[in-house]
């Protein structure tokens, strides 16, 4: 059974911080990795997906890397600012192109202004 | 582009009783997924239509059951509610056998008295 962890659980940072979330999985095999946005009682928007084959994407304040060998992926946000306090959640795609996607629990992120 | 839209937004039932969800995939998309949210946790695969058939179904049992049209739009049907089934259900689509992101709705909050 793939498992996907994600800590810490919740996040409280002053605004400007550089901070790190953290994502581990036990089944390396994995097609490829989301990152997502979850405002309270909302949807989820997709921040960067990661390819099995690649090692990192950028975008914008973002960077996502990956590590198949160590099970584990780290979503990195520059300069953080309030409006980034969300969930955040990691989706790994075992399953190829029907995209099935097995979530971690998130890490509530604050950004305090 | 409108997006992916569900509806309900918000819905209360009672135990025992049958709910109706709906969900219009992102304008291109064909292959449209659900997903159940509880509070305070990832969520969780429950199925996956293209071709109007279900292709890919996760750890629910039969009182789950959906349907896709032949305009793509879905409806997950959920009988003899339980206490346990109050969550937020989302929907997401993708084009059938791509590598893209998911698009996710912004969900229906659904809460069983």
């Known amino acids: 059974k793939q498992e996907v962890t994600q800590i810490p659980a919740a996040l409280s940072v002053p605004e400007g911080e550089n901070l790190v979330l953290n994502c581990s999985f036990t089944?390396?095999?994995?097609?490829?990795l989301q990152w997502f946005r979850q405002d309270p009682g909302k949807g989820l928007t997709s921040l960067l997906l990661?390819?099995?084959?690649?090692r990192e994407q950028t975008s914008g304040r973002l960077n996502a890397s990956l590590d198949k060998s160590s099970g584990r992926s780290t979503l990195y946000i520059a300069a953080s600012q309030p409006g980034d306090s969300a969930t955040y959640l990691c989706?790994?795609?075992?399953?190829?192109?029907?995209?099935?996607?097995?979530f971690g629990t998130g890490t509530l992120l604050a950004v305090q202004p | 582009d409108a997006g992916v839209t569900q509806s309900p937004t918000h819905l209360i039932k009672t135990r025992g009783q049958q709910v109706t969800l709906r969900c219009s995939p992102k304008?291109?998309?064909?292959?449209v997924s659900w997903y159940q949210q509880a509070l305070g946790q990832g969520p969780q695969f429950i199925f996956q239509?293209?071709?109007?058939?279900?292709?890919q179904r996760g750890n629910f049992p039969d009182r789950f059951s959906g349907h896709q049209f032949p305009n793509y739009s879905s409806e997950l049907n959920v009988n003899a509610l339980l206490l346990g089934d109050s969550a937020l259900y989302l929907c997401?689509?993708?084009?059938?056998?791509?590598?893209?992101?998911?698009?996710f709705g912004s969900g229906t909050q659904l809460s069983v008295l």
């Open positions: 989706a790994l795609n075992y399953g190829g192109a029907t995209n099935k996607l097995i």
């Open positions: 997401a689509s993708s084009p059938t056998h791509t590598n893209e992101k998911l698009f």
């Open positions: 239509y293209y071709e109007e058939e279900e292709r």
């Open positions: 990661i390819q099995s084959s690649q």
């Open positions: 089944d390396s095999a994995i097609y490829n």
């Open positions: 304008s291109g998309h064909d292959t």
